[in-house]
C-alpha cells in the first residue's frame, strides 16, 4: 500500500474542496480507508472511514452532513469531498488504510486499526 493524498488548498469558509488519495499498491480494494486530520497543536483525529465495498461509511461528527467520503476500486482511489468548510476545519489531512476491510474496528479504535498512512495534505479555510 502506498497512498498519495491530494487536492488540498485554501479556501473561503462556505466553499467546499475535494480531496484525493491514490493508492498505488495492488490491494486497495481489500482495505477499509479512512481520512484523519491534525490542525496546529492538537492531536490527529478521526474524519471519515468508508469500507472495502462502500458500502459503510462512518464519519466524525464534526464533519457528519458536509463532508463525504466515496472510493472507486477500480481507480484505487478514495476521496473526502467537504462542503460547507469552515475555519475550524484547517488542518493537515491524512489518508489512512487499515488491513481490516469493514468498519468495526475503526469504530472502537480510531487510528490504530490504521495500518498505512500517506502524506498529508494541507487544506486552509479563512473565515
Known amino acids: 500500500v502506498q497512498l498519495q493524498a491530494s487536492g488540498g488548498g485554501v479556501v473561503q469558509a462556505g466553499d467546499s474542496l475535494r480531496l484525493s488519495c491514490a493508492d498505488s499498491?495492488?490491494?486497495?480494494?481489500?482495505?477499509?480507508m479512512g481520512w484523519f486530520r491534525q490542525a496546529p497543536g492538537k492531536e490527529r483525529e478521526f474524519v471519515a472511514a468508508?469500507?472495502?465495498?462502500?458500502?459503510?461509511?462512518y464519519y466524525a461528527d464534526s464533519v457528519k452532513g458536509r463532508f463525504t467520503i466515496s472510493r472507486d476500486n477500480a481507480k484505487s482511489t478514495v476521496w473526502l469531498q467537504m462542503n460547507s468548510l469552515k475555519a475550524e476545519d484547517t488542518a493537515v489531512y491524512y489518508c489512512?488504510?487499515?488491513?481490516?476491510?469493514?468498519?468495526?474496528?475503526?469504530?472502537?479504535?480510531?487510528?490504530?486499526?490504521?495500518?498505512?498512512w500517506g502524506q498529508g495534505t494541507q487544506v486552509t479555510v479563512s473565515s
Open positions: 489512512a488504510a487499515s488491513d481490516w476491510s469493514g468498519l468495526s474496528l475503526v469504530k472502537t479504535q480510531g487510528s490504530r486499526s490504521f495500518d498505512y
Open positions: 468508508v469500507s472495502w465495498t462502500g458500502g459503510d461509511t
Open positions: 499498491g495492488r490491494s486497495f480494494s481489500s482495505h477499509a
